[in-house]
């Protein structure tokens, strides 16, 4: 019996839970689906992206196996990262892998910055200035936690503002490994010291002077010696 028109005319599974999986993730990056939150049940899934029960269950286990989603047993499946590369690079985190970090971080930041020179915004500047007021007011209070935390925003203020939407995206998927690593330099304390100065860097990047930028964000990631 020859195959009737709608059978016919629809794509091949492999491509309708492609399709899928590409409408959970634009649903999640846009922010519909926040990070930690819980996503629709499966049924509510099928009706709103007007597919089959299969095709769904497929495309969330794909996302489940990426790292993206988490299914909890009686709970429902949730949100628990926005970029597939994360969890690769949590998993790959360990202490003896933290020079490699710094050297990736540098490999970002430093181009960054240099970037974030020559294209930052009064937007850019306004969020620049603020996380580096927290990472001050951190500081000077002694709120390890918190110093760590602001250091981390403004590392990422820095890459946002280079626009580069692929370098952020690359940039975020450090994101743990950029913690552990200002966690480690400060080796759990802040001790004066241990102190590094981010306001040139914040200057030179609004004075619009991109040589002076990278250098000023390559001076604190210089490799330890003997690491």
Do not use: K
């Amino acid at each position: 019996m020859p195959p009737s028109v709608d059978s016919a005319a629809a794509p091949p599974r492999g491509h309708r839970v492609r399709q899928t999986i590409a409408q959970l993730r634009e649903r999640i990056l846009g922010g519909e689906w926040p990070l930690g939150g819980r996503i629709p049940t499966e049924p509510q899934l099928v009706a709103a992206l007007g597919v089959g029960r299969n095709t769904v269950r497929e495309a969330v286990r794909a996302l489940v196996h990426a790292g993206v989603l988490e299914c909890r047993q009686g709970s429902g499946t949730y949100v628990v990262s926005t970029d597939e590369l994360a969890p690769v690079v949590a998993r790959r985190l360990t202490a003896d892998r933290m020079a490699e970090v710094v050297e990736v971080r540098r490999a970002f930041e430093v181009e960054a910055a240099r970037l974030a020179a020559l294209r930052r915004t009064a937007e850019d500047l306004a969020a620049l200035d603020g996380a580096l007021a927290a990472r001050e007011v951190a500081w000077r209070e002694g709120r390890f936690d918190e110093f760590v935390a602001a250091d981390a925003a403004l590392h990422t203020a820095v890459v946002a503002a280079a626009h580069n939407g692929m370098l952020a995206e690359l940039y975020a998927s450090v994101g743990t490994a950029l913690h552990s690593t200002i966690a480690q330099s400060m080796g759990g304390a802040l001790e004066p010291e241990r102190y590094a100065d981010h306001s040139r860097l914040v200057e030179a990047i609004r004075a619009g002077d991109p040589d002076r930028a990278a250098i000023e964000a390559g001076a604190f990631l210089e490799p330890t010696p003997g690491a």
